[in-house]
């Protein structure tokens, strides 16, 4: 049904923070990895890029595993780095290892920019351990 009301509703449902969070909130994993089976083959577009960073603040509030499948199906869809770096501006050393760490696996996975090296590079307190 979740991908269903994707593709129907395009408008209302793609970079919606209020629907993601009831979808993540009460999702299984094996209804995560479906979605994430549409995402990856484009037939469900989750994110707005030009809107994703003011939706990954939001997700800071949110429960580890929501937080977990918010950041899978940012992978799945494929978000450009760059529209996502602006979020690490307001990780506070200590608190938000959910981002942290998917931060982190994101990054790895993704070609180096000059844009996200500078941010990273302009964090401080960064936490390293």
């Known amino acids: ?3 269903e009301l994707y593709q129907k509703f395009p408008s ?5 923070a209020n629907i993601l ?5 009460c999702i299984d994993s094996q209804q995560l990895h479906t979605i994430i089976c549409h995402v990856m083959n484009k037939r469900v577009k989750i994110f707005n ?3 994703i960073s003011p939706l990954l603040r939001t997700t800071l509030e949110w429960e580890t595993f929501e937080q977990y499948c918010v950041w899978q199906l940012v992978s799945a ?3 450009p ?15 938000h290892y959910e981002l942290f760490s998917s931060m982190l696996v994101f990054l790895k996975s993704v070609k ?18």
């Open 1 to 3: 049904m979740i991908p």
């Open 12 to 16: 209302v449902t793609t970079g919606n």
């Open 21 to 25: 969070h009831l979808i993540v909130s």
């Open 49 to 51: 890029v030009r809107s």
């Open 77 to 79: 869809e494929s978000v």
């Open 81 to 95: 780095s760059e529209s996502v770096v602006d979020v690490l501006k307001d990780l506070k050393d200590g608190h």
């Open 112 to 129: 180096p920019t000059e844009r996200v090296i500078k941010k990273l590079i302009s964090l401080q307190n960064f936490n390293d351990q």
